[in-house]
């Protein structure tokens, strides 16, 4: 249940803090006093959509808070699943809205965005508003109503599962013949790519070792003259002594010295180690010198090579890994249209089967909608004839047709509002106060089937009086013994069945309006209720009714 309400700075709302009963909370006040403020305030910490505008003019942000306690094991699923705990089965929800538009959501302290926010509002409190009523007014929106009651998730959900694999499956179909034209033409071209790449048989890398090798045939002669000058510098010749040779002299030098002067036993060691790198040094370059005998034909062959890696990478590239990756696709999509027909046919054989799985699991949701609809319709008409509708006669118009995401079925709510008279769409006859008595008839049917905490009904009293407005006033209360119901009215046959009253009032401080909330005790409350009855000139009489409402509402 909603525990308490925190709202600052929420349009003429300065400052309120609202404690709700477990029951039924009714809120009243004259007409502007700000009750779709405190509803737009429900439905911002909710994760509802708000503007920067709702911010009190001249503040930098408004601030709701709402605590929300004995919460459900449907909202802790929610909570567990985003990661989020909850002690003591306490929900603390917060959300700032800034005057320059920006938006910060807040879970038991915990920083999360607006669809988290949402995600968690939808399991807490379901809003009921006049606006609701265009659902009754739109037919195509009639099969989500009776899909809640009838609780048809898991085989909508089982059928949406075939539905939309049958879908992807005919998408695939379509594609295969609209390019089945183009199949010719387009495996000739694959297979011409494929065949000019695979024709030079390139490996990955090879135009880089191709321009290694190259580069070093173009400059062999000038390598080998560097290296034949660093060998003999080290090795010496016929006349003259290497860098090898000198080094290992003096080694030999020293070396007889190294027990007398310790300080020469490390310079002996550098300079032997010195002399046998220097000769490894010098085989290497012999090794490398004796590599670089070119061949001709192979110079030839680097040159041709790379003239043709050159232009594959201008046609496939820019680089050769690009163009091995052509060849892979290519390869691939011309093995693919090559088993196109046969993929075809499996295809056709697969969407036949799936087509009857579609069709069965859409006759079995059908059926389901037809059962429960014979079900619905039994307990609706039971809620109107409490709402003092007993002639209206519901008709749940199930139509069977071609299948689509909902299934088989067209739904369409029709009624009958008098003896006799066949049933028609909603729309077409029912007047206002009839839409509402009829919303809170499917409100209260589908809300045995849900476990939201708490209803809220704004104005749900549009259009109604007298008895039919006492009907569901005491409907209402009916309801608040099973879950915490908010009422916004402003007929007294409501107000008087509240556990909870509220009183919204606006007033001018100074030169601003303020908007504030209070709680009735019940000499408040007669006051209250003699007002809504017959205005401001309240004389004893009307007291003494008002008195004699709340005793009967009491005794209801």
Request: glycine share 8%.
């Given at each position: 249940?909603?525990?308490?309400?925190?709202?600052?700075?929420?349009?003429?709302?300065?400052?309120?803090?609202?404690?709700?009963?477990?029951?039924?909370?009714?809120?009243?006040?004259?007409?502007?006093?700000?009750?779709?403020?405190?509803?737009?305030?429900?439905?911002?910490?909710?994760?509802?959509?708000?503007?920067?505008?709702?911010?009190?003019?001249?503040?930098?942000?408004?601030?709701?808070?709402?605590?929300?306690?004995?919460?459900?094991?449907?909202?802790?699923?929610?909570?567990?699943?985003?990661?989020?705990?909850?002690?003591?089965?306490?929900?603390?929800?917060t959300r700032e809205i800034r005057s320059d538009g920006g938006s910060v959501a807040r879970v038991n302290s915990r920083a999360v965005n607006v669809s988290v926010l949402k995600a968690i509002g939808e399991t807490l409190v379901t809003i009921h508003g006049q606006h609701d009523n265009q659902?009754?007014?739109?037919?195509?929106?009639?099969?989500?109503?009776?899909?809640?009651?009838?609780?048809?998730?898991?085989?909508?959900?089982?059928?949406?599962?075939?539905?939309?694999?049958?879908?992807?499956i005919a998408k695939k179909i379509n594609k295969i013949k609209t390019e089945q034209s183009k199949k010719e033409f387009r495996m000739a071209e694959l297979a011409d790519i494929v065949e000019e790449i695979n024709t030079l048989n390139i490996h990955e890398g090879e135009d880089k070792e191709i321009e290694a090798e190259l580069n070093i045939s173009k400059n062999a002669v000038a390598i080998s003259e560097a290296l034949y000058m660093a060998k003999q510098l080290l090795s010496g010749d016929d006349d003259t002594d290497g860098a090898v040779e000198m080094t290992q002299r003096a080694s030999k030098s020293v070396e007889g010295y190294t027990d007398i002067m310790t300080e020469i036993s490390p310079i002996y060691d550098r300079l032997s180690s010195a002399a046998i790198e220097m000769e490894d040094i010098s085989e290497e370059i012999g090794s490398l010198l004796d590599s670089l005998d070119i061949d001709p034909k192979r110079y030839d062959y680097l040159n041709q090579r790379s003239d043709e890696l050159r232009r594959i990478m201008k046609k496939y590239g820019p680089e050769l890994d690009d163009v091995l990756t052509t060849l892979e696709n290519s390869q691939n999509e011309l093995d693919e249209l090559s088993g196109a027909e046969q993929s075809l046919d499996e295809l056709n054989k697969e969407k036949e089967r799936l087509l009857a799985e579609v069709s069965k699991k859409a006759?079995?949701?059908s059926d389901h909608r037809k059962k429960a609809g014979e079900r619905f319709v039994s307990q609706v008409t039971e809620e109107l004839e409490f709402l003092n509708m007993p002639k209206v006669k519901l008709v749940v118009q199930q139509k069977t047709g071609k299948l689509t995401i909902n299934g088989m079925d067209s739904i369409?709510?029709?009624?009958?509002?008098?003896?006799?008279?066949?049933?028609?769409?909603?729309?077409?006859?029912?007047?206002?106060?009839?839409?509402?008595?009829?919303?809170l008839a499917l409100k209260n049917v589908i809300a045995e089937k849900d476990s939201i905490g708490t209803l809220i009904f704004d104005e749900i009293d549009t259009?109604?009086?007298?008895?039919?407005?006492?009907?569901?006033?005491?409907?209402?209360?009916?309801?608040?013994?099973?879950?915490q119901v908010l009422c916004v009215t402003h007929l007294a046959q409501m107000a008087v069945m509240a556990d909870n009253h509220l009183l919204i009032e606006k007033n001018i401080q100074g030169d601003r309006t303020v908007t504030t909330v209070r709680t009735l005790d019940h000499e408040q409350r007669k006051y209250e209720i003699a007002r809504i009855m017959g205005g401001e000139n309240i004389t004893e009489l009307m007291l003494e009714n008002a008195e004699q409402y709340l005793k009967d509402a009491d005794n209801m």
């Open positions: 249940m909603l525990s308490e309400l925190y709202i600052e700075n929420l349009a003429v709302i300065e400052k309120a803090t609202i404690d709700f009963s477990d029951k039924l909370n009714v809120f009243t006040g004259e007409t502007g006093a700000g009750k779709s403020i405190l509803i737009n305030g429900i439905n911002a910490i909710l994760g509802q959509r708000v503007t920067k505008d709702i911010v009190r003019t001249g503040t930098d942000k408004a601030v709701i808070s709402a605590l929300f306690t004995d919460i459900g094991d449907n909202v802790l699923q929610v909570l567990d699943e985003l990661g989020i705990s909850a002690e003591d089965g306490q929900l603390f929800l659902i009754l007014m739109a037919p195509e929106r009639h099969i989500e109503i009776l899909d809640s009651y009838a609780e048809s998730e898991a085989l909508i959900e089982d059928y949406h599962s075939s539905f939309r694999e049958l879908q992807s006759k079995a949701l369409e709510f029709l009624i009958s509002a008098n003896l006799g008279e066949e049933p028609k769409p909603i729309a077409k006859i029912a007047s206002g106060g009839e839409l509402s008595r009829i919303m259009g109604v009086s007298g008895r039919a407005a006492q009907k569901i006033g005491i409907k209402l209360k009916q309801i608040s013994r099973l879950r």
